[in-house]
């Protein structure tokens, strides 16, 4: 499962020199939903070498 961080929390999320498991669970919730934005895109991108900027160009309705 992908965790989405605001900024903040990527910085803590990153630094493992000083970070404990207690701090990370901390991060570990749920996204506001009205941030996040999705789009259809080519199926494509369920090859693993597919690495075109194609992948992330949303496909027309």
Do not use: H
Not at 28 to 57: H, M, Q
């Amino acid at each position: 499962m992908p965790v989405i961080l605001d900024e903040e929390s990527q910085a803590i999320w990153l630094n493992n020199t000083q970070c404990n498991k207690e701090q990370l669970l901390v991060l570990i919730k749920p996204y506001p939903y009205e941030d996040l934005e999705g789009y259809r895109v080519t199926t494509l991108v369920n090859k693993a070498d597919f690495d075109y900027p194609l992948a992330v160009e949303p496909l027309s309705k």
